[in-house]
């Protein structure tokens, strides 16, 4: 079987491309402000300018075009993930008529939320770049969905949704602890007292792992839709890598040949380097480690 894994890699590079050069673009031309009309990105006629016809030079008016395309894909890509999880929702819960017409309008309302923050994001007139991402993946991740259907569910549903939501969790920690726990296994044989002892370590970190990925993998949602969210760590970790400069520093940046993001992505590596060999220092004996080591360090810095 051919690995997924060159393809998955070359896919998030496109994307890591995409987001740095967009940020580019709308910190240094920022577009006229927004019609919230029919057609939010399409740039106004001035007065005596015929219908139809654009006043911004080609290459502004192809930039405008393609700034709109982004923005329907991303709106079907975010609006199909919230309606998986609203279909996946009413499935899994017995809601009455009057519950299931109350959801349908939650998820409605924060479809059109996102849709309107995408279209801010493009349109480059964001006041903070760093905020709206994280409002954006927030809204992705489904982040203050159970506040909402705190007011409508009755008290068992939302207890059902609790305990849904909680065994999610669990599966997404152990499937990633299993992830991790195989990449060791694939660079140095783990007997099977030392399989147990990582696995238990694993699955105590990896809920920080999978929460500092999260809004990358949300991010990927608007470029390839749901059949990604599943990638490997190390083929989103230069996205990730720019989502945090983006999160952490709203002045960062945003180039991936930059020097700055280059020296932040090898600081990155060294930390998670030194936070994985922390993990196993007490499991694997000194030529694992030393093997470990090699295997971490041989990986892209991005």
């Known amino acids: 079987m051919i690995s997924r894994k060159p393809f998955l890699i070359a896919l998030t590079l ?7 050069a967009l940020f580019h673009h709308l910190n240094q031309s920022p577009s006229p ?26 290459s502004e008016s192809l930039a405008q075009e393609a700034k709109q395309q982004q923005l329907a894909l991303w709106s079907k890509n975010a609006s199909a993930g919230l309606a998986l ?6 499935a899994d819960l017995p809601l009455s008529t009057e519950e299931t017409a109350a959801v349908k309008q939650i998820f409605a309302r924060r479809d059109a939320e996102l ?8 349109s480059g007139n964001a006041t903070n770049d760093s905020q709206l991402f994280t409002k954006i993946c927030a809204l992705l991740r489904n982040k203050g969905l159970r ?25 997404s920690i152990e499937a990633r602890a299993y992830r991790d726990m195989a990449d060791i296994n694939s660079v140095v044989l783990l007997s099977d007292s030392q399989k147990q002892q990582a696995l238990a370590a694993l699955i105590k970190h990896a809920p920080s792992k999978i929460e500092q990925e ?16 599943d990638v490997d760590p190390a083929s989103i970790r230069g996205l990730t890598n720019l989502a945090n400069q983006l999160t952490s520093n709203p002045h960062a940046t945003l180039d991936i040949d930059s020097p700055q993001f280059r020296q ?6 060294a930390d998670r380097i ?3 060999l922390s993990t196993l220092q007490i499991i694997l004996d000194e030529n694992q480690l030393a093997r470990y080591r090699e295997h971490l360090e041989s990986e892209p810095a991005w």
């Open 14 to 20: 496109v994307a890591i491309a995409a987001f740095s």
């Open 33 to 58: 402000p927004v019609n919230q009309g029919k057609n939010p990105i399409q740039p106004r006629n001035p007065p005596g300018k015929p219908e139809g016809t654009s006043s911004l030079p080609a």
């Open 85 to 90: 999880s609203l279909k996946n929702l009413i």
């Open 115 to 122: 849709t309107s923050l995408l279209t801010t994001m493009l």
């Open 147 to 171: 506040e909402d259907l705190a007011g409508v569910l009755s008290p068992q549903n939302l207890a059902t949704f609790d305990s849904n939501e909680a065994s999610r969790q669990h599966q």
């Open 214 to 229: 999260a809004d990358t993998r949300a991010f990927l949602t608007l470029h390839y839709g749901q059949s990604l969210t």
């Open 264 to 269: 932040s992505s090898a600081a990155t590596k």
């Open 274 to 276: 030194a936070r994985d």
